[in-house]
């Protein structure tokens, strides 16, 4: 089973809308992380954000904005006013606590975002 | 900032080859980790290792092996390469703290054709 699922395999808006991205996830462990990456037409996998499982405060940064909430094991990510440079594919990714695997990140199928001028 | 380096960008090799896939970080992280990216599947993993000369299976290990010789390098190695491996394959690593609240740092991932 998936641990984390992004629903929405691709999104298409205009300029300046605004647009949310879903991403759920699913974990026994009580103390976990949660990230999302963009991943650029260019290839590269840019860290976003991380946020741990303790720590359910909302964040903005600019544009971008996170949603955690446990009770519906939710991470969801909004971008106001949406841009052409937005234009990527988003990854959701959970690290647990569980065990020797420390560090590793088990992603989302990811959602490809277009924005259109 | 933090830099991991894939040997290449693009790769093209044939069925029945060896292949080797190079990756070197330079912030001495513990933690390496190779990736392979299909469309509609996102990343999966194929290998990761938390120290020199120590290695674990991902999800999909299955056709690949890895070399972790020295802290800053680990190498992806495709024994016998086949057409279902073309893809694009990403190296990451990591520091090794406990509940890492440090992220993966990728590389701009190489982009592999078997013919």
């Known amino acids: 089973a998936q641990k984390v699922t992004q629903a929405q395999t691709e999104i298409s808006v205009v300029e300046k809308e605004d647009v949310t991205l879903d991403c759920v996830y699913e974990?026994?462990?009580?103390?976990?992380?949660l990230f999302w990456y963009k991943q650029p037409p260019s290839g590269e996998l840019v860290f976003l954000i991380r946020?741990?499982?303790?720590?359910?405060q909302n964040e903005i940064s600019g544009r971008y904005s996170w949603n955690f909430q446990k009770s519906t094991s939710s991470f969801n990510f909004t971008i106001t006013a949406s841009q052409v440079v937005d234009s990527a594919v988003y990854f959701c990714?959970?690290?647990?606590?569980?065990?020797?695997?420390?560090?590793?990140?088990?992603f989302g199928r990811g959602t490809q975002l277009t924005v259109w001028p | 900032d933090v830099k991991v380096t894939q040997s290449s960008r693009y790769l093209v090799k044939r069925t029945g080859e060896k292949v080797f896939l190079e990756c070197v970080q330079d912030?001495?992280?513990?933690?390496m980790f190779w990736y392979r990216q299909d469309p509609g599947l996102g990343l999966r993993l194929i290998y990761f290792?938390?120290?020199?000369?120590?290695?674990e299976k991902g999800d999909i290990p299955e056709g690949y092996s890895v070399s972790r010789e020295k802290k800053e390098r680990f190498s992806l190695i495709l024994e016998s390469a086949s057409t279902n491996q073309t893809s694009m394959y990403l190296c990451?690593?990591?520091?090794?703290?406990?509940?890492?609240?440090?992220?993966?740092?990728f590389g701009d991932g190489t982009r592999l054709s078997i013919l």
């Open positions: 974990t026994r462990d009580t103390t976990y992380y």
């Open positions: 912030m001495d992280h513990e933690n």
């Open positions: 990714a959970l690290e647990e606590e569980r065990g020797s695997t420390l560090g590793r990140l088990y």
């Open positions: 946020r741990n499982s303790f720590d359910e």
């Open positions: 990451a690593s990591s520091l090794a703290t406990r509940l890492s609240n440090q992220p993966q740092h």
């Open positions: 290792s938390y120290d020199v000369k120590m290695k």
